[in-house]
C-alpha cells in the first residue's frame, strides 16, 4: 500500500514563527503536492512538484513555500506563520500519468 | 479556481437507503475521480471515470459522468453508517498538467 506519511498531526506555533510541515512518501511517486483544507472552502492547491527540485504554483501560494531535495520528501514552509493559516494541511502524491492521488493524513496547524 | 461543485453540500440518510451526490464542473477534462474523507482524516481514492466512459461500477458505488452537462453523479447503494463520509470529485484539466482540483464536497450522514 502506498504509504504518505505527515511528520506532525498537530501543531501549534506562533505568529512570525518559521514553521516547517514534513511530508514523505514510500512509493516513489513523481508528483507531490500540499493542499490547504478549511471549512467552506474545500481544498485549495498551495503548491505542486513534478520532480527533485521541480515546483508549480498552485491556487494559493502566497506566505508559503516549498523545498523538494529528494523524491520522496516534499516540505512545506511558512516564512513567518499568520493566524490566517490555522487550518489543516494535507500532503499527498501520485505517480506521473498515474491520475489518482495518495494521502496523508493531514497536519491542523494552529498559528496563535 | 474551483472546477468541481458538489451538490448538495450536505445529505442525511437512514441505513438501507441509497445516497446520491452530484458534481458539476466548469472545463473540459480527461478524467473526474471520486474521494471520501473520514472526519478529520486524510482523503481515499474511490473511483476514478475517464471522459470517454458514462458509467463505471465498484462495489456499492456507481459513478456516472455525462460531458455534455459537465456532470456526474455518484451513487452509494444500501449505506451503512460506516459510510458517513464528506465525499469529493475532483478532476483534471484536459491538456494541463497533473494537478487536480477538487469541490468542496458534500458531508453524507447515515444514521443507523
Known amino acids: 500500500d502506498v504509504k504518505v506519511t505527515q511528520s506532525s498531526r498537530y501543531l501549534v506555533k506562533r505568529t512570525g514563527e518559521k514553521v516547517f510541515l514534513e511530508c514523505v512518501q514510500d512509493?516513489?511517486?513523481?508528483?507531490m503536492f500540499w493542499y490547504r483544507q478549511d471549512p467552506g472552502l474545500g481544498l485549495r492547491l498551495i503548491y505542486f512538484?513534478?520532480?527533485?527540485?521541480?515546483?508549480e504554483k498552485g491556487d494559493i501560494p502566497e506566505g508559503y513555500s516549498v523545498s523538494r531535495e529528494k523524491k520522496e520528501r516534499f516540505s512545506l514552509i511558512l516564512e513567518s506563520a499568520s493566524t490566517n493559516q490555522t487550518s489543516m494541511y494535507l500532503c499527498a502524491s501520485s505517480q506521473m500519468g498515474g491520475y489518482t492521488i495518495y494521502f496523508g493524513e493531514g497536519s491542523w496547524l494552529t498559528v496563535v | 479556481s474551483q472546477q468541481g461543485e458538489e451538490d448538495p453540500q450536505a445529505l442525511s440518510i437512514q441505513e438501507g437507503e441509497n445516497a446520491t451526490m452530484n458534481c458539476s464542473y466548469k472545463?473540459?477534462?480527461?478524467?473526474l475521480q471520486w474521494y471520501r474523507q473520514n472526519s478529520g482524516r486524510g482523503l481515499v481514492h474511490l473511483i476514478l471515470?475517464?471522459?470517454?466512459?458514462r458509467e463505471k461500477h465498484s462495489g456499492r458505488l456507481r459513478v456516472t459522468l455525462d460531458t455534455s452537462k459537465k456532470s456526474s453523479s455518484l451513487l452509494i447503494t444500501a449505506s451503512r453508517a460506516a459510510d458517513t463520509a464528506s465525499y469529493f470529485c475532483?478532476?483534471?484539466?484536459?491538456?494541463?498538467?497533473?494537478?487536480?482540483?477538487f469541490g468542496k464536497g458534500t458531508k453524507l450522514t447515515v444514521n443507523p
Open positions: 512509493m516513489d511517486h513523481e508528483n
Open positions: 471515470i475517464r471522459s470517454n466512459e
Open positions: 512538484s513534478y520532480d527533485v527540485k521541480m515546483k
Open positions: 475532483a478532476t483534471d484539466i484536459e491538456g494541463g498538467s497533473e494537478k487536480l482540483v
Open positions: 472545463t473540459s477534462i480527461n478524467n
